[in-house]
């Protein structure tokens, strides 16, 4: 029916409003979301990698404080021998007797330490020279040793495998060397769960403490001193800010990505049922004028015909005759829209009862057809009926069936033109019996074919605002052949016609007694 879309201007309108008013705002609002955590998140990982970074630079002077306390310790008994001014024999052989576990002890006197770099280790110098030939690889470390006066008398030492002792220590350093403090980071960040590796030239691993978690935010620092040509890596493990912000990031995104998808899918939902009840609005708008001119056409020309006999101004028989069949035909025109009104109401309430019996098909057929041939033959149309001589039975409701097919030749004869002949044709089917009523009229489009079954459709075409209707016909055909079990097919071409066949289930097919057992209502 005109009307049964909304307008496209109103929709358009409501699509801005809506789309504009409620989903761009909620999208704008989640992509903002999204680049906050990100930057939050970005901001996070900057800071644990700066953190890492200084880490592992601490780790670098934790080792060089490791090797300052081995070598204290090992060189002390030489040192006190020193102070004392013993003789360098005596200092020599006690630096000889502390292998511990370096190798190669040597005393170095006072005129060869020019050769020898330097490195401050807590306010104290720490000697170290890199080995060649036998040594290669090796590294000279020690401490000055002094005289009774405090004068610098020489250096005792060792030779070390710088990576060797890397390695050995690499627990007690990332243990007890590295700073706890709790004010770095927030206090959330421990130095006791960090990870640490340690590299020798060209990323071969020495050694490695905890497996670390994120390795976007690892930095690797360059060892010095005799530790020259290592480097130590710092990460995060599983506990670290960095990694708890990239878990928290991605559950964040999915969860506000949800959010603004749940939202335009509510929009979307909202607009198309606000659209559908501004066009239910519209609709039972555009009904109730469709069933007010319906009403008021026959019984107009009712009280025409009556006034007019009443007041006898009739000239002849023929004439009153005439106006007698106008009477008869507008007060079937008026019984068949009341009785669609009514029946339509009851399906839509579940109230329509159907009397199920075994019904004669053909004697609905011949009864119906009967009684609209005298429309049929007034409006000039050819009638053609292809009916058996006999047919099965079908369980139904015989008034019920006899409304479908009224309804359908209705419409055969409401949307026909200048070519002027509706068929009538019955025939059983495998396990069914099926009744067509056929016209040559506008036809319907393809794409319109289940259209008209829904209630209060009615078609734009040209006819539609010469031919009144209430869209119910073809919505209630198909709910009471639906109710007997059956359904409704149509074959149509615009400009050619259509066929419009009932199929009915024969009386005893599992169909019909599954319809008779449905209590009878249209629902
Ligand atoms: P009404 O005839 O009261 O409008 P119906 O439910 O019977 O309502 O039909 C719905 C619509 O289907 C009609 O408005 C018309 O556009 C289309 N239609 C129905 N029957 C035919 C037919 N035989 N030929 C062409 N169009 C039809």
Redesign the pocket.
């Known amino acids: 029916?005109p009307g049964t879309r909304l307008s496209p201007l109103i929709s358009r309108r409501l699509v801005t409003i809506i789309g504009l008013g409620v989903a761009l705002p909620a999208l704008v609002l989640a992509g903002l979301g999204i680049y906050l955590t990100l930057r939050i998140a970005r901001a996070v990982e900057d800071e644990s990698a700066r953190y890492n970074s200084y880490m592992a630079l601490q780790v670098g002077e934790a080792f060089e404080q490791e090797l300052m306390s081995v070598l204290r310790r090992s060189i002390s008994r030489a040192e006190n021998l020193s102070r004392t001014g013993a003789d360098p024999v005596a200092v020599r052989a006690a630096i000889e007797s502390e292998t511990g576990e370096f190798q190669g002890a040597s005393l170095v006197p006072l005129d060869e330490l020019d050769g020898f770099s330097l490195l401050i280790v807590e306010s104290q110098p720490l000697l170290f020279a890199p080995g060649e030939g036998d040594r290669r690889g090796q590294y000279f470390v020690g401490l000055l040793l002094r005289g009774p006066d405090g004068q610098v008398t020489g250096a005792g030492g060792w030779w070390m495998e710088p990576r060797a002792f890397l390695v050995r220590h690499l627990p007690a350093v990332t243990q007890d060397r590295l700073p706890a403090n709790p004010r770095l980071y927030g206090g959330f960040e421990s130095t006791r769960k960090l990870s640490v590796t340690l590299f020798a030239g060209f990323g071969q691993v020495l050694a490695q403490v905890r497996d670390p978690e994120n390795l976007r935010t690892a930095r690797t620092e360059p060892l010095a001193g005799p530790f020259e040509g290592c480097a130590v890596r710092v990460a995060a493990t599983s506990n670290a800010p960095a990694v708890w912000t990239t878990r928290f990031v991605s559950v964040e995104i999915t969860f506000i990505a949800l959010m603004g998808m749940a939202i335009v899918l509510a929009t979307a939902f909202g607009l198309r049922y606000t659209i559908r009840q501004l066009e239910l609005a519209q609709i039972k708008a555009g009904f109730v004028s469709n069933v007010t001119h319906e009403l008021k056409t026959p019984i107009a020309l009712i009280r025409l015909a009556v006034e007019t006999l009443e007041l006898r101004r009739v000239g002849s028989p023929e004439e009153s005759e005439r106006f007698l069949r106008s009477i008869g035909r507008e007060t079937l025109r008026l019984q068949q829209l009341v009785d669609n009104i009514l029946d339509f109401a009851r399906l839509e309430a579940g109230q329509r009862m159907f009397r199920f019996e075994d019904v004669d098909l053909l004697a609905v057929v011949h009864e119906t057809v009967e009684s609209f041939r005298p429309r049929l033959e007034h409006q000039g149309f050819r009638l053609g009926l292809d009916l058996p001589p006999s047919l099965p039975a079908v369980r139904g409701d015989a008034a019920a069936l006899s409304h479908c097919l009224l309804?359908?030749l209705?419409?055969?004869l409401?949307?026909s033109r200048t070519l002027r002949e509706v068929g009538v044709a019955a025939e059983a089917r495998d396990g069914a019996v099926a009744i067509s009523v056929t016209?040559r009229?506008?036809?319907?489009a393809p794409g319109d074919q289940r259209r008209?079954?829904e209630k209060f459709?009615?078609?734009e075409?040209g006819l539609?605002h010469d031919?009144?209707?209430?869209?119910?016909?073809?919505?209630?055909v198909d709910q009471i052949i639906r109710a007997h079990g059956g359904h409704v097919e149509l074959e149509?071409r615009p400009g050619e016609?259509?066929t419009?066949t009932l199929v009915l289930p024969r009386a005893g097919g599992a169909e019909a007694s599954q319809a008779d057992s449905r209590q009878r209502t249209g629902s």
Do not use: H, Q, W
């Open positions: 029916m309804n359908l209705d419409n055969a409401k949307y016209d009229g506008i036809g319907i008209v079954f459709v009615r078609l075409t539609v031919v009144k209707g209430a869209g119910l016909g073809l919505s209630l149509s016609g259509s419009f």
